[in-house]
């Protein structure tokens, strides 16, 4: 039996209920119920779905179980389980805190009586790593280097954010193992993992985490003693699986050869983020990415506006741009070039933009797009706004751009990012004191994932119909159609 035949038969016999007295009660027929309830088939849409939830009667909680049940059976456990997890993924980057929650104890120091010492107990763990780490913080050109999984090592992670988020010269690098099975199943693990290290990435220091993929399993576990380590300037600290077991050494010559290991591992890695600190780095990425292709358009893009870069112009650009900022006639340039190639793209490969109601509206209202550094630009006047939603209705009208309104259960703020394809996606993180951040990645299990999960949404009933969406539009435009 399938996860919805079963959890239907167990509804109908904790409600008395066969399907011949089923028949009466709506427009399925017994036999379609009967067929239904052994697995033989299954509702062939929502709408069947919702008629058999109504003649069942079915209370809130047992109308979503069974809805629940549907959705694995028609996908699948492991991609129902894996586009779920992108949904938490989402959640958590779009409130991602920014108030870091450790007081990690400035001046403080350790005296270590040999070169090697040996620590028992996780209190005693943990409060010598926050030394080590708040020690290296206080030097002059800091440097922390970890080779350690974010999951299970939750205080190592706070205390990283904690000091990417308070000082700005620190460098962390970090060695992640990435599941080389996660994503045969329902990727859980390595999407885990982005959701951890998300607050890192977004706390504007330069963080730069590198992946290997192995089996996680197969040595992150009871049988590995020492598979967290942590170096810097000073020590170098092997910690437990547990967090209940570590080793320190302040030895000069212990510390080089780790410093050593180190590099020989992040050279068998790949970069999991690649900052993107200017207008001129993002554009670079960009031409990276599509390197090869004719085509620059990406497969979609997701932030709480609509996608509005190619209803831009020469004359809304120069008018707008902040030209007292460096490098801002090479940017304004190369925008200009852009917007050229992505037009004549539109024109061979539909752009498709995802968007919320209340962005697109607070776009109307402040005149300011994500996709653009607020910083680089004055807020685009109402004439100008108006202008720019009118070019992509005609272009909507047309066929070469898709706008697909999000669901209100999506509640897109502050971060936007675009697919170009099913390897590599760009993220924007709007950072309350540092402004726009950037970002590429270019790990395949999680931004395939994520390429899925919004590739499907039509299929998941989480957008508005293209009916309501135009609608939505021509509410806006009002009498400016």
């Known amino acids: ?117 040996c620590l028992s107990g996780r209190v005693s763990v943990v409060n010598v790593m926050g030394i080590i780490l708040a020690m290296e913080a206080e030097k002059d050109n800091p440097v922390i280097r970890i080779i350690a999984q974010p999951e299970g090592n939750g205080e190592l992670m706070s205390y990283l954010t904690t000091i990417a988020g308070t000082e700005e010269n620190i460098r962390v690098e970090h060695i992640i193992c990435i599941d080389n099975k996660s994503s045969c199943s329902d990727n859980a693990y390595n999407i885990n993992v982005l959701k951890e290290i998300m607050p890192l990435i977004v706390s504007g220091t330069a963080y730069t985490p590198y992946y290997h993929y192995d089996d996680v399993k197969a040595h992150i576990n009871s049988f590995s003693s020492f598979p967290t380590i942590i170096i810097t300037s000073s020590y170098v600290m092997h910690i437990s699986y547990n967090m209940n077991r570590a080793v320190v050494s302040g030895f000069d010559n212990f510390i080089s050869m780790q410093k050593e290991m180190f590099s020989e591992l992040k050279n068998n890695c790949d970069t999991y983020v690649q900052a993107l600190p200017g207008p001129l780095d993002i554009l670079s990425y960009y031409e990276k990415v599509v390197e090869g292709s004719d085509n620059i358009i990406p497969d979609f893009s997701v932030m709480p506006d609509p996608c509005l870069f190619p209803f831009l112009d020469e004359k809304i650009m120069r008018e707008h741009a902040r030209f007292d900022l460096p490098n801002i006639d090479t940017a304004v340039e190369l925008l200009l070039d852009r917007v050229r190639r992505y037009r004549e793209g539109m024109e061979r490969k539909t752009e498709t933009s995802f968007c919320t109601k209340e962005g697109f509206r607070r776009f109307m209202e402040t005149g300011i797009i994500t996709e653009i550094p607020a910083a680089y630009y004055n807020p685009f006047d109402p004439d100008d706004r108006l202008l720019m939603i009118k070019r992509m209705y005609r272009a909507m009208k047309k066929g070469i751009y898709k706008l697909k309104i999000l669901d209100d259960k999506f509640n897109i703020k502050n971060i936007s990012f675009a697919c170009y394809n099913e390897y590599s996606m760009t993220y924007c993180y709007n950072h309350p004191a540092k402004g726009m951040l950037a970002f590429g990645f270019r790990e395949r299990s999680t931004v395939n994932s994520i390429y899925d999960y919004f590739t499907t949404l039509e299929e998941q009933k989480l957008l508005l119909s293209d009916e309501e969406t135009e609608s939505f539009v021509c509410e806006i435009l009002g009498e400016g159609i």
């Open 1 to 117: 039996m399938s996860e919805f035949s079963q959890k239907l038969s167990e509804l109908m016999a904790e409600k008395q209920v066969t399907a011949y007295q089923l028949e009466s009660m709506g427009a399925l027929k017994r036999t379609t119920i009967s067929k239904y309830a052994s697995g033989k088939s299954k509702p062939p849409d929502i709408k069947s779905l919702e008629e058999l939830i109504r003649m069942l009667a079915l209370g809130a909680e047992e109308a979503e179980e069974l809805r629940k049940a549907y959705a694995i059976t028609k996908t699948g456990e492991p991609i129902y389980y894996r586009r779920k997890h992108v949904e938490e993924l989402l959640k958590a980057i779009n409130n991602t805190n920014t108030v870091y929650p450790f007081d990690l104890h400035r001046h403080s120091s350790l005296v270590l009586k040999h070169d090697m010492e």
